[in-house]
């Protein structure tokens, strides 16, 4: 049974760079049919997608907060991780990845299809 | 601000059924059959209920069904339990930040 495990720190200063891990045990980041996903969600708030990425490498982001981000695989330790640079008190969410089914793309859209299988979830505050 | 909209609430008493709206554009909602549904209990992580406008993942309760009519997509939940009572949000194959606002579901 495919299960999935946030990790990183809970507590992230202003303007540092908040990362995180999730590893994926039971089953291979490197399957061949499914991308990997980060979504956040601010207390009281909800869902946003933050990226995800294929296990090739390969990314795409939500475009609001492309500039910040980077997601990377390491499918030698069946992690992905992601990095979120020049925090402030608004990056402050509960932080959640997931497996990404997307239906690949067309016309240079890609087509999301469903997040199946997500982490519990971290909480990431940030603060001074 | 999420591109989908969902009404902030609904609400049904146990044995009822009731739906959740999610309304898109021609751009989203209404330009692919992926939509996707998720139940998110308090604390907990988002479950799938739904894919691709109608389809269950196994182990999901039949009580559970999704549709789609031009730009807006649905949810329906028949025969209203007490466990059902929880948040949920649609997503849509492309938006900004591919989730709704969110609803939450109250049971009488």
């Known amino acids: 049974q495919l299960q999935l495990q946030e990790s990183g720190p809970g507590l992230v200063k202003p303007s540092e760079t908040l990362s995180l891990t999730c590893t994926v045990s039971g089953g291979s980041i490197s399957s061949s049919s499914y991308y990997w996903g980060w979504i956040r969600q601010p207390p009281g708030k909800g869902l946003e997608w933050i990226g995800s990425?294929?296990?090739?490498?390969?990314?795409y982001y939500n475009p609001s907060l492309k500039s910040r981000v980077t997601i990377s695989v390491d499918t030698s330790k069946n992690q992905f991780s992601l990095k979120l640079s020049s925090v402030t008190a608004a990056d402050t969410a509960v932080y959640y990845c997931?497996?990404?089914?997307?239906?690949?793309?067309?016309?240079?859209?890609?087509?999301?299809?469903?997040?199946?299988?997500w982490g519990q979830g971290t909480m990431v505050t940030v603060s001074s | 601000q999420s591109a989908l909209t969902q009404p902030a609430s609904v609400s049904g008493s146990p044995g009822q059924s009731i739906t959740i709206s999610c309304t898109g554009t021609s751009s989203d909602v209404g330009g692919y059959n992926y939509v996707s549904w998720y139940q998110q209990h308090p604390g907990k992580a988002p479950k799938l209920m739904i894919y691709d406008v109608s389809n269950r993942p196994s182990g999901v309760s039949n009580r559970f069904s999704g549709s789609k009519s031009g730009n807006t997509a649905s949810l329906t939940i028949s025969g209203l339990q007490a466990e059902d009572e929880a948040d949920y949000y649609c997503s849509s194959y492309t938006s900004s930040s591919l989730f709704g606002g969110g609803t939450k579901l109250t049971v009488l």
């Open positions: 997931a497996r990404h089914l997307l239906a690949g793309t067309v016309a240079g859209t890609t087509l999301s299809v469903a997040f199946d299988i």
């Open positions: 990425i294929y296990y090739s490498g390969s990314t």
